[in-house]
């Protein structure tokens, strides 16, 4: 089994229940949502492809992991769209190492892959989550690049689990800029409903990512619309 490695690099989670705790990145290559304000466009959008991308077995990835990365840090399985490949092989090399393995996802597809840690982002105007994903998410993360999304997002989550965190994150282009149609959508949320989190993307406010040699540098603008900037 080899897997396409788009980037890995590490760095520490940026967002959500584990926010500011170290994690190596495995961000996978492919993703058919083209959501169109993605911040990782480079991992689908044509004319953002990368020159080239590494096709990585479990074991080469795991020796990246114990080679870059100390004891004790996550490991933070994302895309693109990393539901899509057979992660049993790299979670039973990660496990074997003894490190904790997160995925993020928009949970098209079944899990495969002994994971710890299963961050759901749905996106309901896409292909929407498999309720077996739902039932097995322990955080969600919605994002809303309008007020309409929080309900939308909310709307993909019949059977959730009660113990489940549920974070509302404005889409980043409407964080940069202020806003507050979204920014007091999502207050609004929080302050009817108490078990929403308001959310942020704080690695991108410290640019943790760039430190990284690995990490991919590249301009690559929201969704691979200029319009929307970086």
Not at 124 to 150: M, N, S, T, Y
Not at 159 to 180: C, F, K, N, Q, Y
Request: aromatic share 8%; with cysteine; net charge negative.
């Amino acid at each position: 089994m080899k897997y396409p490695v788009h980037e890995r690099f590490y760095t520490w989670q940026g967002e959500g229940v584990h926010l500011g705790r170290a994690a190596y990145f495995v961000r996978l290559y492919g993703c058919p949502q083209a959501c169109p304000w993605c911040d990782s466009a480079g991992t689908w959008h044509p004319a953002y492809r990368p020159a080239s991308v590494s096709l990585l077995d479990a074991s080469e990835i795991t020796r990246a992991v114990a080679e870059e990365s100390p004891d004790g840090a996550l490991v933070v399985v994302t895309g693109g769209e990393p539901i899509l490949f057979d992660l049993r092989p790299l979670t039973d090399e990660l496990h074997r190492l003894g490190r904790r393995i997160h995925i993020e996802t928009s949970g098209i597809a079944p899990l495969r892959g002994d994971l710890d840690w299963v961050a759901l982002s749905p996106k309901p105007a896409g292909q929407r989550p498999l309720p077996e994903v739902v039932a097995r998410a322990d955080e969600v993360k919605i994002i809303v690049h309008e007020p309409g999304d929080i309900a939308a997002g909310l709307g993909t989550l019949a059977g959730l689990r009660e113990d489940a965190t549920v974070w509302l994150h404005p889409e980043w282009s409407r964080a940069r800029d202020g806003d507050r149609a979204v920014l007091d959508a999502i207050t609004a949320a929080v302050k009817a409903n108490p078990r929403l989190r308001a959310g942020y993307q704080m690695h991108k406010l410290y640019r943790a990512d760039d430190l990284d040699a690995h990490s991919d540098k590249r301009l690559v603008p929201l969704g691979g619309n200029v319009a929307l900037g970086y």
